[in-house]
């Protein structure tokens, strides 16, 4: 299965894991003024690979329609979202506080070696070369169009992070260089959930 383009079960989280890193993303949205809306969709995911730590991102879906989509996202200094690209979905990738590294490839990582090419950041065309990594402080942004492979990572303790971006389709869009990367892992329930993460079932 190829669960570069699906929603994978794979190794499964501990809710109390997913607990505890809500309850950091929240803290940290707090204490730097960033209010969530009344019923947050949350999201957290460490992509099926069993080792938060270093493979995690926690997630609020701000806004999801047809047009356009934005995020709220959370990570801890250790935290790397895995190399990908998306087919139909460009984005801007923003750091609202910390500083945060986004690795950045013009097409598969395998197949570029360190060829230049072009990235906005901050609405200005920056050359680049492929595998080479952008630091963002507060306040700045990277755009990345379709094809653009990107992974992202803290350089502070904790980052608050956003993106903005065309129609998301978490389902069908994402596309990992690791075979082996699932967006959605399952979970293991060895405590009971402070809230429902968006892609569970009501029960």
């Known amino acids: 299965m190829d669960c570069g383009r699906s929603i994978c079960t794979l190794a499964a ?3 109390s894991d997913i607990n505890y890193l809500i309850q950091s993303a929240q803290r940290c949205f707090h204490d730097h003024e960033w209010a969530l809306p009344p019923k947050p969709r949350w999201d957290v995911t460490d992509f ?9 991102l926690i997630l609020v879906n701000l806004a999801e329609e047809s047009e356009y989509c934005e995020k709220l996202m959370y990570a801890q200094k250790g935290m790397t979202t895995p190399a990908h ?11 609202r506080w910390g ?6 490839w013009s097409g598969h990582p395998d197949k570029v070696g360190g060829k230049p090419f072009s990235v906005p950041i901050d609405h200005e065309a ?3 070369d492929s595998g080479s990594v952008i630091e963002l402080s507060a306040g700045s942004r990277v755009t990345l169009v379709p094809g653009v492979y990107h992974e992202f990572y803290p350089l502070s303790e904790e980052c608050i992070i ?19 990367v699932g967006r959605y892992p399952g979970i293991d329930e060895d405590v009971p959930a402070t809230v429902r993460l968006l892609g569970e079932k009501s029960s």
């Open 13 to 15: 989280m501990k809710r």
């Open 48 to 56: 099926g690979l069993g080792d938060w730590r270093k493979f995690g």
């Open 85 to 95: 690209t998306h087919a139909k979905k460009k984005e801007d990738i923003i750091c």
């Open 99 to 104: 500083r945060l590294a986004i690795r950045v």
């Open 126 to 128: 920056i050359e680049s």
């Open 162 to 180: 956003g993106e903005v971006s065309t129609a998301n389709d978490d389902h069908n869009d994402n596309i990992f260089v690791d075979p082996n």
